[in-house]
């Protein structure tokens, strides 16, 4: 009996507030958020934590079971309405894409521009050393990697593979997918191996790199940098862009491991994880186009202005992306 008027007077002195809470909620519920005043949603967060109060309070003294149970599912609507996603999937990739991952990567710059320094490093490299010893390209090329290019290979056959004209189809489309997944698993491993303090990350975009500046020396050497680089370009600008991210966000993991800050380590990598995980998010879209570019547009486009002339137009597009989009509303 002592119990029933207890709980009879908890809800009498708190019911109000929790009817309030419920009729906010219950607006969010059936999509009618925007009509909620500033008064009313700078309320619902108040609401929510005297609700939260109200079942700790009356889990702690044994009140009624209804009314516990009244109170946890109140305050888990409550938490949807404030914290849960509300965004219809158009509009969540549209914040994502023009203002989230934008704004990650140019906060996160140092990051960024640590592996591209590290994927242009191992170019250099590359392109240095293969030149001077012309042996050193199998050191850095896997052989099914370099499916029969390589110094032995004459001039006429390292000019074929960059024309190579494929049925338009089920094959190409095939081989798109493919070099879509081949580029995937390294970005992936990239970030991957930000676990291990980021060194072999570091390693990674340095190979990556070597391979690179060694196909470049090789064409170089034979007459045929110009039409090298159209063929890498209008797919390498997507790619490497999102290989670089992948690194980004390996070096964000590592660093989090290594300088937790005051956060404390598993805080401090919570933090740097939901970075690094919209960088590679952002990376796999980049892969995608970069597969669709490589295994179609490459393979149907033979003319070397226009392959410059999408390489240059994506550039363009992606570097302003990058560095505008979502520019002007708050974070």
């Known amino acids: 009996m002592n119990g029933e008027l207890r709980s009879t007077t908890f809800r009498r ?4 507030s ?16 925007a009509g909620l005043s500033a008064a009313e949603l700078a309320r619902l967060p108040v609401l929510y934590r005297a609700a939260l109060s109200s079942l700790s309070v009356a889990r702690a003294i044994s009140l009624d079971r209804a009314l516990v149970l009244y109170l946890e599912a ?3 609507r409550a938490y949807n309405a404030i914290y849960g996603v509300r965004r219809r999937l158009p509009e969540a990739l549209a914040h994502f894409l023009f203002r989230k991952f934008p704004r990650t990567v140019r906060a996160r710059w140092l990051a960024v521009l640590v592996a591209a320094l590290a994927l242009l490093a191992g170019t250099l490299v590359g392109w240095a050393t293969t030149s001077h010893d012309a042996d050193t390209f199998y050191a850095y090329v896997p052989g099914a990697f370099a499916d029969g290019r390589g110094p032995t290979a004459t001039t006429e056959d390292l000019r074929s593979f960059l024309y190579r004209d494929e049925p338009f189809g089920e094959r190409l489309l095939a081989f798109a997918s493919a070099l879509f997944t081949n580029n995937a698993q390294v970005g992936f491993l990239a970030f991957a191996l930000g676990f291990l303090a980021g060194f072999p990350t570091f390693l990674l975009l340095f190979g990556n790199g070597l391979t690179l500046g060694a196909f470049g020396a090789l064409y170089h050497q034979r007459g045929l940098s110009a039409e090298f ?9 997507p790619e490497l862009t999102a290989i ?13 491991l290594l300088f937790p800050g005051p956060y404390g380590r598993l805080e ?3 933090r740097r994880g939901r970075e690094a995980g919209c960088l590679v998010v ?8 970069a597969g669709l570019v490589e295994g179609i547009f490459r393979q149907t486009v033979h003319a070397v202005p226009v392959r410059y002339a999408v390489a240059l137009v994506g550039a363009a597009g992606l570097a302003l992306w990058i560095a505008r989009a979502g520019r002007r509303e708050p974070s």
């Open 13 to 16: 002195e708190r019911e109000d």
């Open 74 to 76: 109140l305050a888990f």
């Open 229 to 237: 680089w159209a063929w890498v370009l209008p797919h390498g600008v």
């Open 18 to 33: 929790w009817r309030e809470l419920e009729g906010l909620v219950e607006r969010f519920e059936k999509g009618r958020a």
């Open 282 to 289: 952002g990376a796999v879209l980049l892969l995608l186009v």
């Open 268 to 270: 401090g990598l919570a």
């Open 244 to 256: 670089v991210l992948c690194g980004a966000a390996g070096f964000l993991i590592g660093h989090g």
